[in-house]
């Protein structure tokens, strides 16, 4: 990576004070001959997440799909990859509350304008010779947040419930569709689902494992069976190679090697598959 004129890599001495490197959910490593152009105290990163908490790419994603009620913002030192990845000293912090019901979309815009002001305030005090390095406490066991794969977005409703799979669509399926693996082996995308919270004696008398689900003209939804006897309500699906549908019409094309026991009638049946990324 080339830093943009007229901090390039021939420059012979560091910019003059005070010129300030500053990143925000950057997502990348910054080089140290980068890094070394610019003083310690002036080389900012707004990272959203209350640090050593969820040091990594995906701070935001893995709040939501950990279902945590609190997070926050930090302005900390950048340092050198050997040195740890987000585990540079702390400037400024602040917690918040995570809005019920959020998505990655309206959390990261929350973060993103207190961490601006956050990063204001920051940037005075330390202009002003006010401002106070912490260090990062240390913490073997606190959550981290890795860059999120393809994995992260298959469902297993073995092992998730209904609020699991809600909370990871609204975590990532701004960059990775929700999807699970039909008995053919073709995807299909869950798209706006919901906790089904009415119970339904005749729809647990059919979905009598998880994994299974039929269409439930009531709510204009398909139906899966998951984790812990709860019921996930998917309005809208999209099959591998085909178009968005309403759940209405995707159903009425499911085929008998898409149900649990063959044949005309009955449940469709998911399987559990995992991709294997390079």
Known sequence: MQPPAPFSS?????PPHPHVLITASFGRILPKTLLDL????????????LLPVYRG???IQHALLDGQKETGVCIIEMMERNKGIDAGGIWNQKLMDIPENA????????????????????????????ATLMPQTTDAAARR?????????????????????VRRYRAISHQKPIIAYLKTNRSL????????????QAVDDILTA???????????SLLIRCASNSILSVPQVKQQD????????????????????????????FVRTQIVES
């Not at 961490?115 to 330390?126: C, E, F, H, T, Y």
Request: charged fraction near 20%.
């Open 145 to 165: 947040a890795p860059v999120i794969t393809s994995n992260d977005a298959i469902v297993n409703f073995t092992t998730m419930t209904a609020e699991d799979i």
């Open 57 to 59: 790419a995906a701070p």
């Open 210 to 220: 998880p994994g299974t689900a039929i269409y439930h003209s009531p709510s204009a």
């Open 242 to 269: 085909r178009s968005m549908l309403k759940a209405k019409d995707w159903w009425n094309g499911v085929r008998p090697e898409m149900r649990l026991s063959g044949g005309d009638e009955g449940p469709v049946q």
């Open 103 to 130: 998505t990655f979309v309206t959390l990261r815009d929350i973060l993103g304008r207190e961490g601006g002001d956050l990063l204001v305030s920051a940037l005075r005090d330390i202009l002003a010779g006010k």
């Open 38 to 49: 610019f003083s310690p105290s002036l080389r900012l990163n707004v990272h959203p997440s």
């Open 189 to 200: 995308q869950l798209h706006s689902p919901s906790v089904l919270t009415d119970s339904m």
């Open 10 to 14: 021939a420059l012979a001495s560091a």
